[in-house]
């Protein structure tokens, strides 16, 4: 019995750890706010962050693999949240190529990364400003795993 609550144990702290190396995320500047870098990327050059969110387009260049995702709030495991609530959208380059297949839209994904400034390109038909994210670390999340919980009667089952 006590080896089993100690497996429990194990697994329940192992399950609750940061996406983020202890150590980036002790170098990042936690007294920026997504809403902060997004209004000033420029001021918060060379800066470390902590972003994630939903990706919304991966593309492969000759400088690396860009990758636009739409900032979403991060939970204590740095994992994006479930929300609509979003400072905007971001641009991770990561130095390398990434599958695009893999890293595609709607996956969720979190960066460290040090700010590098704004890239302004189009989004639709306008010139939209990105704050721009060198990789230090990416963590491209599984899709949720939890355990679907249905409540009801099945008083809908045919004869």
């Not at 144990?9 to 940061?18: M, P, R």
């Not at 641009?91 to 400034?117: F, K, N, Q």
Request: one cysteine or more; hydrophobic letters at 40%; a neutral charge.
């Amino acid at each position: 019995m006590k080896r089993l609550f100690l497996v429990l144990t194990i697994l329940s702290f192992l399950g609750c750890a940061h996406v983020i190396s202890q150590e980036l995320r002790q170098s990042a500047d936690k007294g920026i706010t997504p809403a902060e870098l997004f209004k000033n990327p420029e001021g918060h050059k060379g800066k470390i962050v902590i972003l994630g969110g939903a990706i919304v387009h991966s593309l492969n260049t000759s400088e690396g693999t860009y990758i636009e995702v739409l900032q979403k709030p991060l939970d204590s495991r740095g994992r994006p949240e479930n929300t609509d609530i979003s400072h905007g959208r971001f641009l991770i380059l990561y130095d390398g190529y990434l599958d695009p297949a893999i890293y595609s839209t709607g996956r969720e994904i979190t960066v460290a990364g040090e700010v590098m400034g704004k890239k302004i390109q189009a989004l639709g038909e306008i010139q939209y400003s990105y704050t721009l994210i060198k990789t230090r670390e990416l963590h491209l999340l599984e899709p949720s795993a939890g355990i679907p919980i249905i409540f009801g009667i099945e008083i809908w089952k045919s004869f």
